[in-house]
């Protein structure tokens, strides 16, 4: 894979900044972010222009096209339905969106699918991501900068620790994702992985997982759900009774059907519906 690094220009993601976002874009091409004006359209600084950008991309959000960036389908259902943020299911769609995201975010995708220390500090992280990356790096990678890295990691446990620095409602500076509880600062510079409230996780975001698996297969492995590449236990810290009561209900609402006979423990589709509807739904009910 092609490693990318440090296109944030050091600044994590700020309370505000993907409505900012959102509220200049559409479904029609718009060169916002590469115009002269920019810092006055969102009424942040040049380099944070570039940062809002990487931001977008990176959530999945917009889509580079040639005269300047649109929405996504993703990015036009959160404008439609949650313009502001004010609803945490948004958030996980966002940080699920991100952490998937191995071309654009790469320490994002190392971090939650590759690193599964419970506790540690930002050399660790450091250590473990530059090895991890130069496996998935292509061929004739010359190594990891570790200025970028760090400036990487820095804004990864920035993000999402839970401290007063990044969990004061009053500080604008904030970052949306510390009420996502899976980083918690304990003491100076060390760091726990924590799961989070189960109040704040919900039946659609397992749906939305298990429908994204249906575009390329006909069935879902529960345990490569919890397991695999991108899955549950990475991005949401899941365990297994809290996924198997998750799929209960699904399968109680007739979106799936689940085999476990004979140790198969497998998950087939009860009907049709795409990521993006499992989305619609959620935010029409």
Do not use: C
């Not at 096209?65 to 649109?70: A, I, L, N, Y």
């Not at 969990?167 to 003491?187: H, R, W």
């Not at 759900?225 to 991108?230: A, D």
Request: net charge negative.
């Amino acid at each position: 894979m092609k490693i990318r690094l440090q296109g944030h220009e050091k600044f994590s993601l700020r309370d505000g900044w993907i409505t900012k976002g959102l509220m200049q874009l559409s479904d029609k091409p718009n060169p916002v972010f590469s115009s002269d004006n920019a810092p006055d359209v969102f009424g942040i600084g040049s380099n944070m222009v570039k940062s809002l950008r990487f931001w977008m991309k990176a959530f999945g959000l917009t889509e580079d096209v040639k005269g300047g960036v649109v929405l996504s389908e993703f990015g036009r259902i959160v404008k439609e339905n949650d313009l502001y943020l004010e609803n945490i299911f948004t958030v996980w769609m966002l940080h699920s969106n991100l952490v998937k995201n191995k071309e654009t975010a790469s320490s994002w995708y190392v971090f939650f699918n590759n690193f599964d220390l419970q506790e540690f500090d930002k050399e660790t992280v450091m250590n473990s991501l530059s090895g991890e990356m130069l496996k998935l790096a292509e061929d004739g990678s010359k190594g990891i900068s570790q200025k970028s890295l760090g400036s990487d990691v820095d804004v990864l446990l920035g993000m999402y620790s839970k401290n007063k620095e990044f969990n004061d409602p009053e500080d604008k500076n904030s970052s949306p994702f510390a009420q996502l509880g899976l980083i918690k600062q304990v003491e100076g510079k060390k760091y726990d992985r924590v799961s989070p409230d189960k109040r704040i996780i919900n039946e659609y975001l397992v749906l939305f997982e298990i429908a994204e698996r249906f575009e390329t297969q006909e069935s879902v492995s529960i345990d490569t759900l919890l397991y695999g590449e991108n899955s549950l236990s990475a991005i949401y810290h899941m365990n297994s009774l809290d996924l198997n009561g998750f799929l209960d209900r699904l399968q109680d609402e007739k979106y799936i059907v689940v085999n476990r006979t004979a140790g198969l423990d497998v998950i087939y589709k009860d009907k049709e519906i795409s990521k993006w509807e499992v989305l619609e739904h959620y935010y029409k009910a």
